[in-house]
């Protein structure tokens, strides 16, 4: 079983900056992918940013140019830098880790964080 922690989520300002962080632990041999979704209020939870462990990175169009994922794989922790943040931004999001532990494969999901672009 592998648990995800997500931090950084708030309220801001349009055009402002956010930093989402988020920490994998338990079970996990290998993370293959990591990434970022959200979900606003009546939609579909949309993907936002993935990376790899290879780090090759894949954006929404919606937010390229302006969020930037990161990653550390020795301490198994996903980074999401959000900058010219826009109202429509505004959702709960959501960490994602696919792998392999050493019991099973995994697909996990965070509790989610709120992010509220609003002035």
């Known amino acids: 079983q592998v648990q995800l922690v997500e931090s950084g989520g708030g309220l801001v300002q349009p055009g402002g900056s956010l930093r989402l962080s988020c920490a994998a632990s338990?079970?996990?041999?290998?993370?293959?992918?990591m990434g970022w979704y959200r979900q606003a209020p009546g939609k579909q939870r949309e993907l936002v940013a993935v990376?790899?462990?290879?780090?090759?990175?894949n954006y929404a169009d919606s937010v390229k140019g302006r969020f930037t994922i990161s990653r550390d794989n020795a301490k198994n922790t996903v980074s999401l830098q959000m900058n010219s943040l826009k109202a429509e931004d505004t959702a709960v999001y959501y960490c994602?880790?696919?792998?392999?532990?050493?019991?099973?494969?995994?697909?996990?999901w965070g509790q989610g964080t709120q992010v509220t672009v609003s002035s």
């Open positions: 990376i790899t462990n290879g780090g090759n990175t």
């Open positions: 994602n880790a696919q792998g392999l532990g050493y019991a099973s494969v995994f697909d996990s």
């Open positions: 338990g079970d996990i041999f290998r993370i293959h992918a």
